[in-house]
């Protein structure tokens, strides 16, 4: 296994298969299960670091596409790494820049070597294969790096599916050859395969035989209804190394986040909580709240009184809708660190209630009282 990091598996509750553990690297430890805020740009949206690390938040991401096109991996090299750049002194894990690149359409040809894509800034070509995606996380410095794969969109068919798992596969092992900063960075592979099982359990076992310190769970939450998600999720993590960490890329949303939990997936992240704030929106543990319905407006509780974050401890609802109305940036600021305090708390009440055996019930509480709306 890699030195740069570490995993201990702690406990597993008692009645699913929810699992409490720590990943250390060297900026720290890691509570598992972890939600971690996207920080795209080298910064997590509307929050300085300071305001993201007194949430509780312990590791953040960054993306390699978007840092690739502005500043430029050789600037931030230069300026010291991603943690100096943006001064943020705890764990980083980058993703490939995969799952962006393929998001560009017609804008990008995927090949055996890599994807050609023009940039979204100026229209600019580029060329990305596992080999720049590798060099590109090794100027920012991250803690942990992604591997560079492809992520099939929803519906594809399993012709198509196979052959880019088999691609990935391939990609993988280019990127395991150009990764050499194994002292300080980790690089995590990723199970593709679409909402084929069987095609699922094809891609973890080849990409297991790289004997990674950690894996993910690629191609989930890009369209597909809930209720299959979920189907292939059940087994994804049965197919990864108990004794790694596992990671389901791109999920966020509090139902999500217990529904992998209780499949035993140790690591999330989504750009949800910060892109809630920036539309008004709250989660709060009595559901969402819109904060720019009329309702609010002479509301003076705290958005949450449950809740020991700034914003809650020092703003009503109606200061917080006034803000929203008047095109306030304090507004976004306050509600971002808000959600974000409240899925990373969340996750540490899951910690907790798997330590104490009582996951299954913690679950039923938060969903009795969480609900969905609160208009």
């Known amino acids: 296994m890699s030195k740069a990091l570490t995993f201990e598996l702690l406990h597993k509750d008692a009645n699913s298969r929810a699992r409490r553990g720590r990943i250390t690297t060297r900026h720290g430890t890691?509570?598992?299960?972890?939600?971690?805020?996207?920080?795209?740009?080298?910064?997590?949206?509307?929050?300085?670091?300071?305001?993201?690390?007194?949430?509780?938040?312990?590791?953040?991401?960054?993306n390699t596409y978007h840092l690739f096109l502005r500043p430029g991996s050789d600037i931030v090299r230069e300026a010291g790494g991603l943690h100096k750049f943006m001064n943020w002194n705890k764990s980083i894990l980058t993703d490939s820049g995969g799952f962006q690149v393929f998001s560009l359409g017609q804008m990008r040809k995927i090949t055996e070597e890599g994807v050609k894509f023009q940039s979204y800034l100026d229209g600019s070509r580029h060329m990305m294969r596992p080999e720049d995606s590798i060099a590109v996380q090794t100027d920012l410095g991250s803690d942990i790096m992604m591997a560079f794969d492809e992520c099939v969109p929803y519906p594809?068919?399993?012709?198509?599916?196979?052959?880019?798992l088999e691609r990935t596969t391939r990609w993988l092992e280019r990127c395991v050859k150009a990764h050499h900063n194994t002292e300080n960075q980790s690089l995590f592979g990723i199970m593709q395969g679409g909402m084929y099982k069987d095609l699922r359990y094809e891609s973890a076992m080849q990409?297991?035989?790289?004997?990674?310190?950690?894996?993910?769970?690629?191609?989930?939450?890009?369209?597909?209804?809930?209720?299959?998600?979920?189907?292939?999720?059940?087994?994804?993590?049965?197919?990864?190394?108990?004794?790694?960490?596992?990671?389901?890329?791109?999920?966020?949303?509090?139902?999500?986040?217990?529904?992998?939990?209780?499949?035993?997936?140790?690591?999330?992240?989504c750009v949800l909580p910060t892109r809630l704030a920036r539309h008004g929106m709250a989660m709060t543990s009595c559901g969402k709240v819109n904060i720019k319905n009329k309702k609010w407006e002479r509301a003076f509780e705290p958005l949450d009184a449950e809740c020991t974050c700034y914003c809650c401890r020092n703003y009503s609802k109606a200061y917080l809708r006034h803000l929203y109305k008047s095109d306030e940036i304090l507004s976004s600021m306050l509600l971002s660190e808000h959600n974000t305090h409240f899925l990373v708390n969340m996750m540490a009440n899951i910690r907790k209630a798997i330590e104490e055996d009582r996951f299954l019930e913690y679950k039923r509480e938060f969903y009795n009282k969480y609900g969905e709306y609160n208009d």
């Open 156 to 164: 594809a068919d399993r012709r198509y599916t196979k052959d880019s």
């Open 207 to 269: 990409i297991r035989e790289f004997d990674l310190p950690g894996y993910a769970i690629g191609g989930l939450s890009v369209g597909e209804p809930k209720e299959l998600m979920l189907e292939v999720l059940d087994d994804c993590a049965d197919y990864l190394p108990e004794e790694k960490p596992r990671y389901v890329m791109g999920v966020g949303t509090p139902d999500y986040l217990f529904e992998g939990v209780e499949r035993g997936i140790d690591m999330f992240d």
């Open 30 to 62: 890691i509570e598992t299960p972890v939600f971690m805020p996207v920080g795209t740009q080298a910064t997590v949206k509307a929050m300085k670091p300071e305001d993201v690390e007194k949430t509780g938040a312990e590791i953040i991401l960054g």
